[in-house]
Every structure is written in C-alpha cells, then in structure tokens.
C-alpha cells in the first residue's frame, strides 16, 4: 500500500524532473524496423522515432512516460555499449533526480541483526570494490517482435547493453547488516515511485543464494563513469546472468526478509510458465504451480551489421557481425549460415570479457551466386543450451531468442 | 474531496512534464475524451499507439481492467466503458 509519502515523494521527483532539464527532445526519424524478426506492431513501428533524453545520443522512443527508449541495432557490434547509448527503461512516471550528496541506502529488514545506515562515500570506502562486464536486458526484450503480440511496451531487439559496472559485493553490504540464517529473500526498493498512490511501487526481491553470489553488486561506476541518470544514478543493483527486472536503479533500501515477498512485481509480474524454458536458476520461495519468476537470460545472439533487404555483390565478400549473450555460463560458439539454416560456420569469437559480457562476433561470407540469401546466427552457451528456430509463446513475452532471418539479395 | 486534490497536485504536476511530451493526436472520436483525462494520469499516451493495433474488444477490455484493479487508477465505472469502447474502435484489431 503506497503511502502519503510516497506520493509526496512522487509529486516532488516529477517537479524535480521538469525542472531538471531530464527530458527528451525530439530530433525525429524513423526507425527502419528490418533484423530478419518478425514484425513490431504497426503503431510501434509509426510511433518509435529518434529521440534524445539529456546525456544520452538518440535512442528509439517506445514510451516518453515513464521513459523507455532502445538502442539502435548498429550498436550491437561492439562488446561494450557506451552509456550514452544505453537503453532505458522505467515502470512507473514519479523519477527523482537523486544526488550524490544526499542519497542514503538503508540496510535492514526482519533478517537482519544489525540495521544501518550509509551514504555514497562510505559505500565506497568502506566495502571492497569488484569490477565485471555484465549484460543488462530487459526481461522483455523484442516484445514487439512476438506473433501474435502481447500487451507491454513493445521492444526491437535494443533492450539490452553491456557495460563494466564497479562497485560493492551486496553480500558484503549484507554480512554487514549481520544476515540472520532466517533470510529467504533480499528485498530491493528505489528512490523511484508511482504517479497515483495506490499503484504498487516497483519493488523487487532475490533469493538470498543469488543476493550473496560474488558477482552480485551495488554498482556505483559504469564504464569507468558514474550511472547516468536514466540508468540508475547513483547506485543500482547488478545482478549478472538475470533479467534487468532485478536490477534495481537508484537503489535506496535493502532488506532481508525472512517470509517470501509479496510485492506486486515479484508475486504478479516477471513470471514465466514452468517448464517451457531451459531455467537453471530457480527462486524457489516465489514458485507457483503454473508459473515462476524469470531468471536467468535465455542464450540469445544478433547480428548488428546487416539488415533485411541489403543488396549485396556476388563473389565479393562482406563480414557478418553482431553479439551474443546468455545468463552466465558463457558463450562458447556462434555459428552463422547463409542458407536459410541448411548449413552453418563457426564465427570467429571477440575478447572474452567474462562469462556474463557479450561476445562478439564476427565471420567473413561470399554470396555464391545471385538472388536471395538467407542468413542467420546461432549462438551455444557452455551448458549446450542454444537458440530457437520457432517462438516460445508465454503471456508477458519474455525471453525471446528466436533466431534471425535477414534476407538479403545478391546481385 | 481527497480524490480533488490529489487530481489537482496531479495535474500541476503533469501540467509542465505533459508540455515537454509531443502532443499526441488521438483519433477523434467518442471516448476520447476520457482517454485524456484519466489514462494521461500516470502515463504518457504514445502507449496506445505503441499497443495498436492488435487487442481486440476483451484485450482493451483486460488492459483498462488491469489499470483498475492492479495499477489502482481511480476510473469510474462510466468512464472505463467509454475508454475500453473508444480504445477498441480506433485501436483495436481491424
């Protein structure tokens, strides 16, 4: 139940923001919509124009209130995605611009024997500092591209980026607060909030295994910078290998609970169907019969470089490129085909940045003969788990990793 | 009176963000109106475009349903018809 407070805190993070200079301007241009994917929602397509929110280059607009914007496709060639081209997405309008000087972050909670309170600086004096290369994409990603759609906000394929994030282990921000062997779930609140006050606040929770894995962290750098505003500044939660859902931007409460969460955004939203997806992390205090909390990402590939359509030369050849990903266990091959999926190459892979990063990836092919040529990629992670050919239908369009088709010509 | 003046401080609020927003031009038909009013609220309303045109009559139906019940808007039971109708009629599945 959202109180007095947080509407107040709601109202004045919106006044914040108008004056602020945080919003977007509108440099228009239409987003050629062509990743060899099925197709965005008409009015995805016609209403998804260039925009840019302060700090950042021009990003596809989804949605100006709350702001989710993706990153355009070239970006996905390079292993780091810089932070002015990094993606936003935020579930509720009420965004305050949080200071450095004044953020705190409470530890606490019923499973937690010693409370506390701290502020940026001791954040970073007084926990050892981790750095890793870790893959953000939003639970939803590609969205759109689902046959037949699903309601939400309706994602490309630009609903992800890769970045080196710096900052504490939670777990040693949770050993501090004395973490009592009652604690199921670690529950993450941000400073930001809903527009109307009985709308749930976006609060999520972890299991406490995950909350205390290593690479988990409070991340106050990202690519040797602080976060930028959309992304979560000053602090937000890294949670490698899993779904932006847990990764809670502008972080400023933790607390160890010892009862399973009932939070709106645990118990109602970000489940996926049991069964249909190969999940090796579970969060086994949040299952239901039918359905769980999603995870870790699903391993998934992209090819940045060529678009549906292209024409290109017979004989002469050109390189295929992109990134690919999966929740943790690593990449271990890509292959490509130029024939429709009748025949496939290994890629050569890109530097190994760590097991939860991108690789890149990259291969040289000859167009044998003229007319159409389909290519597509396919990337295996180190448990053998790999893409699909055809989509798995689940209601809130999640983990989309079907395979691309990009039809090119040659002539 | 509560439900006044949140709407008030609501809509001072959003009078200087919903400026910043381009000005979507819903089509222009019964319901929309209410459209504005109420779903403008809490979100900016390029998310009917963006949503369009897939739902049919029981998907617009669910989504203003699930506004209400799960999102807390406060949406009279009149208004919820003429946006669930309007939404169906100009941005539904042909």
Redesign the interface.
């Known amino acids: 139940m959202a109180s007095r407070r947080d509407f107040l805190k709601g109202t004045g993070g919106l006044v914040l923001a108008s004056g602020g200079g945080w919003l977007a301007s509108h440099a228009h241009g239409a987003v050629p919509n062509t990743p060899g994917l099925a197709a965005l929602p008409g009015g995805a397509t016609a209403s998804g124009d260039l925009e840019t929110l302060a700090g950042k280059i021009p990003l596809i607009k989804r949605s100006w209130r709350p702001p989710n914007y993706e990153t355009p496709l070239s970006y996905f060639t390079a292993e780091i995605t810089p932070n002015n081209a990094f993606f936003v997405r935020w579930h509720l309008a009420a965004i305050p611009e949080v200071s450095a000087a004044t953020w705190k972050l409470k530890i606490g909670g019923d499973a937690a024997a010693t409370p506390y309170e701290i502020d940026l600086e001791q954040l970073k004096r007084d926990f050892a500092a981790v750095e890793l290369v870790a893959v953000n994409q939003c639970s939803g990603n590609r969205r759109g591209l689902f046959e037949p759609h699903v309601v939400g906000v309706e994602w490309g394929v630009g609903a992800m980026g890769n970045a080196r994030w710096k900052g504490a282990r939670l777990k040693d921000v949770l050993a501090k607060a004395g973490l009592k062997k009652e604690a199921v779930e670690i529950v993450l609140d941000g400073a930001d909030g809903p527009v109307m006050p009985a709308t749930p606040d976006f609060q999520k929770s972890l299991p406490v295994w995950k909350a205390i894995d290593e690479n988990t962290l409070l991340a106050y750098e990202m690519n040797g910078e602080p976060l930028p505003h959309w992304n979560g500044f000053p602090v937000r939660v890294v949670v490698p290998g899993w779904t932006g859902t847990y990764w809670m931007k502008q972080v400023t409460s933790i607390n160890a609970v010892s009862k399973p969460f009932e939070g709106f955004w645990v118990k109602g939203a970000y489940r996926i169907p049991i069964g249909k997806f190969p999940m090796i992390d579970h969060f086994a205090s949040q299952l239901f019969v039918a359905n769980a909390p999603i995870t870790e990402m699903v391993v998934n590939s992209l090819i940045a470089n060529v678009t549906s359509g292209q024409q290109v030369s017979v004989g002469r050849p050109f390189d295929v490129k992109g990134v690919a990903w999966d929740g943790g266990r690593g990449i271990a091959q890509v292959d490509v085909s130029v024939d429709g999926g009748r025949s496939w190459r290994a890629a050569t892979l890109g530097q190994d940045l760590g097991r939860f990063s991108f690789r890149s990836f990259a291969i040289a092919v000859t167009p044998p003969a003229p007319g159409p040529m389909v290519i597509m990629s396919r990337a295996t992670n180190r448990a053998g788990s790999t893409q699909t050919a055809e989509l798995i239908a689940n209601p809130a369009g999640y983990h989309h990793n079907v395979m691309q088709r990009i039809e090119v010509n040659a002539v | 009176m509560k439900t006044t003046l949140?709407a008030v401080?609501?809509a001072l609020?959003?009078g200087?963000?919903a400026a910043?927003?381009?000005r979507i031009e819903l089509k222009d038909a019964p319901g929309r109106a209410q459209v504005e009013a109420n779903c403008g609220?809490?979100?900016?309303l390029?998310?009917?475009?963006?949503?369009?045109?897939?739902?049919d009559k029981a998907?617009w139906d669910a989504?203003v349903t699930k506004m209400i019940k799960?999102?807390?808007?406060?949406i009279n039971a009149d208004d919820a018809k003429a946006i669930a109708d309007y939404l169906a009629a100009n941005?539904g599945k042909s």
Do not use: M, T, W
């Not at chain 2, 609220?41 to 900016?44: K, L």
């Not at chain 2, 799960?70 to 406060?74: D, E, K, T």
């Open positions: 949140i401080a609501l609020a959003f200087i963000v910043q927003e381009r609220s809490c979100h900016s390029d998310y009917i475009v963006l949503n369009s045109p897939f739902l998907g989504s799960v999102f807390g808007a406060p941005y």
